[in-house]
């Protein structure tokens, strides 16, 4: 299979979709300039032309409700916005509008709207440009929430939303947007609400999403070189969860360990923590643990943010530690790397 | 004005009239158990726009919806059902009087938040745009939803993107009780405010029928010809309390003064008035009256009789 970055499988993903569907139509703030979005958008306008494919007004709430309304007329938007942070402006069109249109008419028409969030991280992006709210996102019915890891996911997700009746929130992190890994040609898709087995074991659980799965892979890695076998569940789909793959793999394995790229309060993690503590209780052989971000907003300054993310080396930490194992030299050979800020040597800034 | 075309806004007024008046009368009965936002004393307004525009068209409204629902062409059973909360409603008994739908005639909703439909009727006509048919989009509005930063996305976003949208703004003086006074600058012209937008924009008394009648036809045809939106501000005012069945002037926060002299001012009574000194027309004024009362009755017997949905139907519907 052809090997592409998760910003060109994105790409890819919205091309296919308006080709395969012509009511599809992909706007937001810098969709056609030079930038297009950290490249994901790149060319749409040129082969789909400026009806189908547009930027607009600095107007978050009311860009929202266009999508709906035009969706009330059977067309299908992809909506992107730069960073996650920027969309808490459309909150009242996404909450009362677009999460509830098919219930509280009685399911008799519905709003197929894909919202692509960015997520920022690191390189001083800072308290309003780097949260990570699909836990708020999840909390409302009515809305489908994914958050894809490699590229492969991130095309085959995104074609189905963008396909799906319903409204989704699909959130890119940032620090995935140039991963690399081998993505279908063509017209791929993959169901929504299904989790993927990144990485099978017999030892622990690790729950994970987006960004934070490839720190789970990192620290699986290591793991196995220590003589711990872990198996890593990667969600895709935070709503819906797929409970089923979950609560396999940690009745396998008898441990859990649920990772949170956003707070840690009334998290992701602390759905996956509580469900399983409720409904596999006897299947677990020591209590579960969550890692996300402390409840503290990500502060800008490259000394504030050293040792401030959940990374691999915590997730080894916590699992040796679960394991009844020594953690000693975890640091020593799980360093941060040097600048820690950056998700490559690839990224420069400014954004 | 034709004698036909009054004849006709008679029959739409006064049906829009008792309907409210009927669930005004019945409200106190316990059995609609939902906020009702009744717009007695501005029917003028829905009426024209009943007359001028066509089943195809989209319309969008607010909390205070019932009229739009009706002159749009909605089903009555199916909206008094709903309010009852009854499987027979338009909305299955989940939206209830502040989530009217009648696809059949493209009412494509009412929302309970301020502002909240107003960006998806400009949706709805960049839909329009995009299928390129001759279809207009119209937006209800209050002189609340002016104050709302959705409002001057959407007519932002209606402009630059030349769409095919007729804003209806409603001027009843009050949101909630709170009057224009504290929410607007003195001398304020929503209109002009608009218009500085780049959008076309027309004035009504919406107590004057021909004014009314006239704008209202002039600029539903000029959004269908030109594709462009256009916005419209009509004075108004509500007769009963925001929400709820009851008269409210002994609260205090609007004169009894006021309100008298507002309702000395009813289209409806006047035009009646006209008309029966015609004695032509006595026996046909007649007819509309008993033929809405026994329309209206039927709606509401419709309602009671029935039946309320199922329990677990609460969970169905979250996804498409």
Known sequence: MPQKSFATAINEGIAQAMDLDDSVICYGLGVTDPK???????????????????????????MTGVAIGAALNGIKSVMTHQRVDFFLLALDQLVNSAAKWHYMFGGQNSVPITIRLIIGRGWGQGPTHSQNLQAWFAHIPGLKVV???????????????????????????????NSIGEVPDGDFRLPLGKAKVMREGRDITIVSMSYMTIEALHAADYLEKQGVSCEVVDLRSIKPLDWETVFASTVKTGRLIALDSGF?????????????AMEKFSALRKAPARLAMPDVPEPTSIALTKGFYVRAADIAIKVLSMMDKSVDYINADLSEPDPHDVPGDWFKGPF | MTESLSI??????????????????????????????????????????????????FAVSTHRGHAH?????????????????????????KGGSMHLIDLAVNFMGTSAIVGNSIPIGVGLALSVQLRETDQISCVFLGDGAIEEGVFYESVNFAAVRKLPVLFICENNLYSVYSPLS???????????????????????????IEASQGLMKRSIERVRKT?????????????REHCGHAFDNEIGYRTPEEFLDWQQKDPLHHLEMQLIEDLSL???????????????????????????????????????
């Open chain 1, 36 to 62: 297009a979005v950290f490249g994901t958008t790149a060319s749409l306008e040129k082969r789909f032309g400026a009806a189908r494919v547009f930027d607009m007004p600095t107007s978050e709430n009311a």
């Open chain 1, 147 to 177: 958050m894809p890891t490699t590229p492969e996911d991130a095309k085959g997700l995104l074609i189905s939303s963008i396909l799906d009746p319903n409204p989704v929130v699909f959130l890119e992190h940032r620090w995935l947007h």
């Open chain 1, 264 to 276: 840690t309060t009334g998290s992701v993690a602390g759905e996956i923590v509580a469900r399983v």
């Open chain 2, 8 to 57: 006709n806004l008679f029959a739409k007024m006064y049906r829009i009239r008792a309907i409210e008046e009927a669930i005004a009368y019945h409200y106190p009965e316990g059995k609609m158990r939902c906020p009702v936002h009744l717009s007695i004393g501005q029917e003028l307004i829905p009426s024209v726009f009943s007359e001028a525009i066509r089943p195809t068209d």
């Open chain 2, 69 to 93: 629902y009706l002159a749009k062409g909605g089903n009555l059973n199916a909206m008094i059902a709903e309010i009852y909360g009854k499987s027979t409603g338009c909305s299955k008994g």
């Open chain 2, 182 to 208: 504290v929410r607007q600058p003195a001398g304020r012209s929503i209109a002009n405010m608009v218009k500085a937008m780049g959008v076309e924009v027309g004035v009504a008394d919406g107590m004057n």
């Open chain 2, 227 to 239: 594709g462009l939106p256009c916005f419209l501000e009509f004075s108004t005012y509500r007769w």
């Open chain 2, 282 to 320: 006595q026996g046909l004024v007649m007819d509309i009256k008993s033929n809405v009362m026994n329309e209206v009755n039927a709606a509401f017997d419709f309602a009671e009789t029935s039946p309320f949905p199922n329990q677990h139907e609460a969970y169905d519907n979250v996804f498409a």
